[in-house]
């Protein structure tokens, strides 16, 4: 079993770690997946951006292709049902930086599900090839694909269509071993993971109940996977992903989680302006004040506050001691690349609400 804090690769893109930081909608943005490279993701992933979106130039959905040169290796992932469209996608993140195009085929969500993208594709293997190699032959990065296990609980559709999607030339595979039908409920099943990984020759990403390295290296073992991806276990506590990499638990003191938190408002005010960080921020708050003394009344006065810089206020009026961890955190962010240096596309930044 290789070590959680090893290299590896997917095509020519040498990963720093084997600890995956997941694609997650209204999660994933720049200040998210920058945390995760400082606490030991050796790849981040963006959250999945619609090919549709990206086609049409949508303000919205092109923000998601703000990329700066500190995130790298970095996977940017793209959703879609028509092959020209995603191959069109696809160019277009490799333009703004991206260095693996990773395809979605497991959300299991209705609006992306009702249009042939997502799971559906599990359904559909034909449909799914034709997407997969359509993009391949258009990027000259490594393409991978994220999957469940199919669309229904007991499907084995997962098994069938990885190795058709190695056939037309992806790079690296990821299963979530839950079917659409279950969300996030049940146990994943990485008996599936193991029976992937002995079908394809690419590298397998094991992805389900990953909260700690004891259980991220069982996965490891027992299906030889060569990398876990870590979604939810990492909201709100990036600790985690320090865990997995140098394999002592963490429990970080209540001064160090807010000073955290503190950090990671300020660079998401910094990415996205104030206006809409106010309402992105609040399911952050309950996320890493969970656990914590007084964390009810304090996350209610934080997720009530008209501006982040009041939230921050009261954040730090209740735990003062977090005040003297800042100064470290302000002089890393001031290093951060200015936004004249990020790239997204040939279009200003003001288009994405701040920066």
């Not at 939810?232 to 003191?253: I, M, N, V």
Request: proline share 5%; glycine share 10%; hydrophobic share 45%.
């Amino acid at each position: 079993m290789p070590e959680l804090s090893s290299s590896w690769s997917i095509g020519a893109v040498e990963i720093p770690s084997r600890i995956v930081l997941a694609p997650m909608a209204g999660v994933s943005v720049q200040a998210f997946r920058r945390q995760g490279r400082r606490f030991g993701a050796g790849l981040v992933c963006s959250e999945m951006v619609s090919s549709c979106g990206l086609s049409y130039g949508n303000e919205r959905t092109l923000g998601y292709l703000r990329i700066s040169s500190d995130e790298h290796p970095l996977a940017v992932q793209i959703f879609g049902s028509e092959p020209e469209r995603m191959a069109e996608a696809a160019k277009m993140v490799v333009a703004a930086g991206a260095d693996i195009v990773d395809i979605n085929f497991g959300c299991p969500v209705r609006k992306v599900t009702k249009t042939g993208a997502g799971a559906s594709a599990l359904e559909d293997h034909d449909l799914a090839a034709s997407v997969a190699g359509a993009v391949v032959d258009a990027v000259d990065v490594p393409v991978s694909v994220k999957m469940r296990r199919g669309l229904r609980n007991g499907s084995r559709a997962a098994l069938e269509l990885g190795p058709k999607l190695e056939a037309v030339g992806v790079a690296s595979l990821t299963l979530h071993p839950r079917s659409a039908q279950q969300m996030y409920t049940g146990v994943a099943d990485h008996s599936l993971t193991a029976e992937l990984v002995e079908r394809v020759s690419v590298p397998v990403i094991a992805s389900g109940d990953i909260t700690d390295h004891r259980s991220a290296a069982r996965v490891l073992d027992e299906t030889g996977a060569a990398a876990v991806m870590v979604g939810r276990g990492a909201q709100g506590s990036p600790w985690t992903l320090r865990e997995l990499a140098d394999g002592e638990p963490q429990q970080p003191p209540r001064a160090e989680v807010v000073a955290e938190l503190v950090r990671f408002m300020r660079e998401v005010v910094r990415e996205m302006g104030e206006e809409r960080s106010v309402g992105f921020l609040r399911k952050f708050y309950g996320w890493y004040l969970r656990g914590l003394e007084g964390a009810k009344e304090l996350r209610v006065q934080m997720t009530q506050a008209p501006t982040v810089e009041l939230a921050e206020a009261r954040l730090l009026d209740a735990c003062p001691e977090a005040v003297p961890l800042m100064a470290a955190a302000e002089a890393e962010m001031a290093l951060l690349p200015d936004t004249e240096y990020d790239r997204l596309l040939d279009l200003p930044i003001s288009i994405y609400g701040g920066g």
